[in-house]
């Protein structure tokens, strides 16, 4: 076992064996002295944020919400890893969803819903709350590195009650076995505002050009089922999340199926820039997220070929 594994494992074995009081204040106090020291993720997380808030917030304020920030990327590692002690009535306890009567129509009358997600609040904890409501879900995760770290993913999502898709390595690729869930009445939840390969389509989003998975869109257009877009924040005492559409899905005669997709998925990212917008202290972006310095004048380059979905990732 490698010392990341055992890192994870450290994790799940230790931090749910401790009262969440103790465990709480343990990674708040992390959180709280990644801010002081600086480094890589919190440099990049102060980069986003300014652009969500624009330059004008005052520096000592800005300075806080940056800390908020780590303390709410924190508070998702700590409650993702008690997740699995949690009975189903807490689950359902923990997190709260407007618009969850769309989501049972859908569900009551076998239709399969696609539910774009940011990188925000906690999605582990959205999708046990679907799991624990008995509606059926999968999704797809990223094979990562090493492979005993993945697979405790994918077990511990599975405990929850989610099927874990590969996005690469599997038996068929994972659009298809998405597609083939969907036509079968599933919940198909997909992390959305991020993919900065070559294959993700070209969307602006707060007034600068950057790529957001194909999938959602893809889905949407090759199945018939909704599609919807969540924003997704923290409130004391549980997770929250909205629901927004379902989005306009173009008539397949309208245009190309390329220019489809780049206008659903603009839908997707106008409709994040929301949520986030409104709770930009709990979107949990410590990677690059823009293609260049923003330049809302500048148009973004032609679309490549987009990629089929993007993985759910561990954080």
Do not use: C
């Not at 508070?75 to 807490?90: D, G, K």
């Amino acid at each position: 076992m490698t010392p990341v594994e055992l890192g994870y494992l450290a994790g799940w074995r230790l931090i749910r064996a401790l009262p969440r009081p103790v465990a709480a204040a343990a990674f708040r106090a992390g959180a709280d002295h990644a801010h002081r020291k600086g480094g890589r993720g919190t440099a990049r997380l102060a980069e986003n944020l300014r652009r969500v808030v624009g330059p004008d917030l005052p520096p000592a304020e800005f300075d806080a919400l940056v800390r908020a920030g780590l303390r709410s990327y924190a508070r998702y590692w700590m409650e993702m890893f008690r997740l699995p002690v949690l009975s189903r009535e807490q689950r359902l306890a923990t997190f709260r969803l407007d618009g969850e009567d769309l989501l049972a129509a859908d569900m009551a009358a076998g239709r399969g819903v696609v539910v774009a997600l940011p990188h925000a609040g906690n999605w582990d904890a959205a999708g046990a709350w679907v799991a624990a409501k008995g509606w059926p879900i999968t999704t797809v995760a990223e094979r990562l590195r090493p492979e005993g770290v993945y697979e405790r993913f994918v077990a511990f999502r599975e405990r929850l009650g989610m099927e874990i898709i590969p996005l690469t390595g599997g038996q068929q690729p994972p659009v298809d076995v998405l597609a083939d869930r969907l036509t079968r009445g599933h919940l198909v939840p997909l992390l959305a505002d991020r993919d900065l390969s070559a294959r993700g389509v070209p969307v602006t989003f707060f007034g600068a050009p950057t790529r957001m998975p194909a999938g959602p869109a893809l889905l949407a257009i090759r199945t018939g089922a909704p599609l919807y877009v969540t924003s997704m924040w923290y409130e004391p005492d549980m997770a929250r999340a909205a629901l927004t559409g379902p989005l306009t899905v173009p008539d397949p005669d309208s245009a190309p199926l390329d220019q489809r997709v780049r206008a659903i998925t603009q839908q997707i990212a106008d409709q994040l820039a929301v949520g986030i917008a409104r709770h930009p202290e709990d979107w949990h972006m410590l990677q690059r997220m823009w293609v260049e310095p923003a330049s809302p004048t500048r148009a973004p380059s032609q679309p490549p070929t987009p990629a089929p979905v993007a993985p759910s990732e561990p954080a």
